[in-house]
């Protein structure tokens, strides 16, 4: 894979760091600002409709950049938007400042996402994907847990200045590292934004994105009011908090690791067991949250297992929608945030029911059941291989030419 590769994965990090980093500072800030949980865990979905909105819309302001100029100005803004956010002095400010992350993160991830896909051969998108996503789950091994710990002893606000910092060095590699011309778009310029959403708009491409918004809407319905459950029905202390965020984090590097070896080739089985497993996994995680060594177990298993499904999909909405490459990434970050801004409020909203703290895990598992019954029909969508085979709008519009012209030995 080339090394541009790994310096977008290095911002992609400080990103997952912030997106992630509330499961595990969620009832320090609550008590700090004065609100339930539950208001606290609108942040999250602050964030991800922010991203849902800024995605679509910072790929088409940035077709007329440079990558490289799209890619550093959307770090600077969020690196900014942190700053403010450590100096918030109410829930409502601080939801501003994290809708402006949002906004920037969004464009940062929707060019890259094109970005990658150009910078290799055509039918190896699902690694250089799970290159790029290796960001956010290291973030959630490293960079999560070490913000609850940081948050622990320091307060949640020098957790968002630390952000802001790590942004600093993932700025320059981006400068130094990443090529100063077009990538993606430079070979899409003469297609219009209008051909370009219609093709992302056909029903393969839809379909796939509504698939991700499910699956990514149980995994942060459930994640997002984790630490809630260790503390609570688990009966563990608070210092058990980041352990059972890095076994979460470390399931879903698994989980992407294994997926971009078999995303390309051999989605079907990946999405189809991994699925399976998530459906019987979230239930069992609400019915043995009592006992620890149950629950963590189980924490680590569905890390890995949503984001091997997650990242499948994605991949396969890149084949998929590989005649619209400038918004093939904005599709796939709004489809995923889709999910991450409806799993909290409607994890928040079960926490108010009969089940209490296990809520959530029992919302995920009928997200999933929805998810499945829904891609039952959709099954020569979700088995097919590489660029090569896949079908439908994937043949059209010059795909093969600019990433041919773009793409690096891997």
Not at 44 to 69: E, F, H, K, N, Q
Not at 257 to 284: C, F, I, K, Q, Y
């Amino acid at each position: 894979m080339p090394l541009p590769l790994y310096l977008l994965a290095l911002a992609v990090f400080a990103m997952g760091t912030s997106e992630f980093m509330l499961a595990g500072l969620l009832p320090a800030l609550s008590s700090e600002l004065g609100v339930t949980v539950g208001a606290a865990g609108t942040l999250s979905s602050a964030y991800a409709i922010g991203m849902v909105v800024g995605a679509p819309l910072t790929a088409v302001l940035s077709r007329s950049l440079p990558g490289r100029r799209a890619l550093l100005g959307s770090l600077l803004l969020f690196t900014a938007a942190h700053a403010a956010g450590a100096a918030a002095p109410d829930l409502p400010v601080l939801l501003a400042t994290r809708v402006v992350a949002a906004l920037a993160n969004a464009g940062f991830l929707a060019v890259a996402l094109t970005t990658a896909a150009a910078l290799v051969p055509a039918d190896r998108k699902g690694r250089a994907l799970a290159v790029l996503l290796s960001g956010t789950t290291v973030a959630t091994v490293a960079g999560v847990p070490a913000g609850a710990a940081l948050g622990a002893a320091l307060g949640w606000r020098a957790v968002f200045l630390a952000v802001a910092a790590l942004c600093l060095p993932a700025a320059l590699g981006i400068l130094t590292g990443v090529p100063a011309g077009r990538t993606a778009q430079g070979a899409t310029e003469r297609l219009s934004v209008r051909a370009e959403f219609a093709r992302l708009c056909r029903p393969r491409p839809v379909a796939v994105m509504l698939l991700a918004a499910l699956v990514n809407a149980a995994t942060f319905a459930g994640f997002t009011y984790l630490a809630p459950v260790v503390t609570g029905a688990a009966g563990l202390t608070g210092s058990w908090v980041p352990v059972a965020l890095v076994l979460f984090g470390a399931g879903s590097f698994t989980g992407v690791t294994v997926a971009g070896r078999l995303s390309d080739r051999r989605p079907g089985p990946v999405l189809a067991a991994g699925g399976a497993l998530l459906l019987v996994g979230w239930p069992a995680l609400a019915v043995l949250a009592h006992r620890p060594a149950a629950l963590l177990a189980l924490v680590f298993a569905l890390g890995a297992l949503s984001f091997a499904v997650g990242s499948t999909l994605i991949a396969r909405l890149l084949y998929e929608a590989a005649a619209a490459p400038t918004l093939a990434g904005a599709g796939a970050t709004a489809a995923l945030n889709v999910g991450a801004a409806a799993g909290p409020l409607g994890g928040a909203a079960a926490l108010g029911t009969a089940a209490g703290d296990l809520g959530p895990f029992w919302l995920s598992g009928l997200l999933i059941l929805s998810a499945l019954l829904f891609a039952a029909p959709l099954h020569p969508v979700l088995r097919g291989g590489t660029g090569a085979r896949a079908g439908g709008g994937a043949r059209g519009g010059g795909r093969g030419r600019g990433e041919r012209r773009t793409g690096a030995p891997g």
